[in-house]
């Protein structure tokens, strides 16, 4: 990782004085002829690093010469990269970022989400408009269960007949999307079984089994849909809304940073599924994922 970035601007250049917490496009410094790649960077996980091929080769395809910094590490890690400078751009998740720099809100829906993001946001930093696509905690069911009881929303479960088992990695016992956070937002009280997959195959067997009824998953996980699978509505918001936004350095340029978000609105959740999907099921790598998004929708 670069300690230190070379500043794309002359020294005489006047900056466009634009506070980066009003977010989009136009908040950027607008300065062009970039002197050095576009440094774009990554968290530690399969489905951002996916993102930051999307976004990298849309700006290559565009003309702009790019330096990947990919699977950095935690957000701990990679936010001192992105604040120093040393990043130009990085997928995030807006929930979790707000939590990050906000972690007393009390924002879940996705408007007051992004607008709390963009209020507590270093000033040299901006953060671009998010996608449709979400990939957030969520509360899982077999569609067996889900057709037997008619349930499509969280508050549904208050419905159903009999004692309900979560299952989730054991630190959601005590967190808010865990029993406590079901039964102080919607009134419901569950068991709890700890399962140390985070969602993954132990957890799905455990589901179809019937040992547990509820899950929890992230809502691009692939397995939801491999294993017909239903994830419920949350219109109380127990779960912090987190859509994929560009995080980008102030001194992006404005042709830079309308590449990006123009590649990040092409994101639905079923989108975003589905690419991860090939990357767990198909095993193919990021650069093949994203070629192959960017050559069908054929907007760069």
């Given amino acids: 990782m670069k300690a230190f970035r070379r500043h794309r601007f002359a020294p005489m250049l006047l900056l466009i004085p634009i506070l980066a917490s009003c977010g989009s496009v136009d908040s950027v410094a607008g300065v062009a002829g970039a002197d050095r790649p576009v440094i774009v960077g990554s968290q530690a996980y399969y489905s951002n690093e996916i993102v930051a091929e999307i976004y990298a080769q849309a700006l290559e395809r565009s003309g702009y010469e790019v330096d990947r910094q990919f699977q950095i590490g935690q957000r701990e890690v990679y936010m001192q990269e992105i604040e120093s400078g040393a990043l130009d751009v990085m997928p995030e998740y807006t929930g979790p970022m707000l939590q990050y720099w906000n972690p007393e809100t009390s924002a879940r829906k996705p408007e007051e989400v992004l607008s709390g993001l963009r209020e507590a946001a270093p000033k040299n930093l901006v953060v671009l408009d998010p996608a449709e696509a979400s990939d ?70 455990s589901l179809k089994d019937g040992d547990i009824q509820l899950a929890i998953m ?83």
Wanted: proline letters at 7%; hydrophobic letters at 40%.
């Fill in 218 to 300: 992230y809502t691009a996980d692939p397995a939801i849909a491999e294993n017909d699978l239903v994830s419920l509505e949350d219109p109380k918001g127990q779960f912090v809304s987190s859509n994929v936004v560009p995080l980008a350095f102030l001194d992006i340029s404005l042709g830079e940073a309308d590449v990006v978000q123009r590649a990040n609105a092409l994101l639905t959740t079923p989108i975003l599924m589905d690419l991860n999907r090939r990357s767990v099921v198909e095993q193919l790598p990021a650069s093949v994922i994203a070629s192959d998004f960017l050559d069908s929708v054929g907007e760069f």
């Fill in 136 to 205: 957030q905690d969520s509360y899982v069911v077999t569609k067996e269960f889900a057709e037997k009881y008619d349930v499509k929303t969280i508050a549904d479960l208050a419905k159903v007949p009999g004692d309900l088992v979560l299952g989730a990695n054991s630190e959601a016992e005590n967190r808010p999307n865990g029993p406590r956070g079901l039964e102080q937002t919607y009134g419901i009280d569950v068991g709890f079984t700890p399962i140390e997959d985070s969602g993954g195959p132990l957890t799905v067997k």
